[in-house]
């Protein structure tokens, strides 16, 4: 089981990122998959989470729409696409897949699986 994520990078404030997570050894069919993000110092925080097979997404509050996921399953990947981006966006951003999940929480807890994250950084 693999999840890689890529597109993080150095943006100005109102800006624009788009996140992919790439997967590997198992299906979206059967896994949600949610996008965490974690500043030093800070607790993972849920940012999106979307459940094709339950036919579900869900965000963190403080996205206030200015984020959306969606999935390509013949790609297997999710991409998370970040506009209006804020400062206080900034963190390393982590894909995971949890297996069954229906996106009815983001909390870090339930996902087994995790990638090794991608940074986002946002100036002011």
């Known amino acids: 089981v693999q999840l890689v994520e890529s597109g993080g990078g150095l943006v100005q404030a109102g800006g624009s990122l788009r996140l992919s997570c790439t997967t590997s050894?198992?299906?979206?069919?059967?896994?949600?998959i949610g996008w965490f993000r974690q500043d030093p110092g800070k607790e993972r925080e849920g940012v999106s989470c979307?459940?094709?097979?339950?036919?579900?997404?869900s965000y963190g509050d403080f996205v206030k729409g200015r984020f959306t996921i969606s999935g390509d399953n013949a790609k297997n990947t999710v991409y998370l696409q970040m506009n209006s981006l804020k400062p206080e966006d900034t963190a390393v951003y982590f894909c995971?897949?949890?297996?069954?999940?229906?996106?009815?929480?983001?909390?870090?807890?339930?996902?087994?699986?995790w990638g090794q994250g991608t940074q986002v950084t946002v100036s002011s």
């Open positions: 050894g198992f299906t979206m069919d059967t896994h949600a």
């Open positions: 979307i459940s094709r097979f339950r036919g579900r997404t």
């Open positions: 995971a897949a949890d297996y069954g999940g229906d996106c009815s929480s983001l909390r870090a807890s339930f996902y087994e699986y």
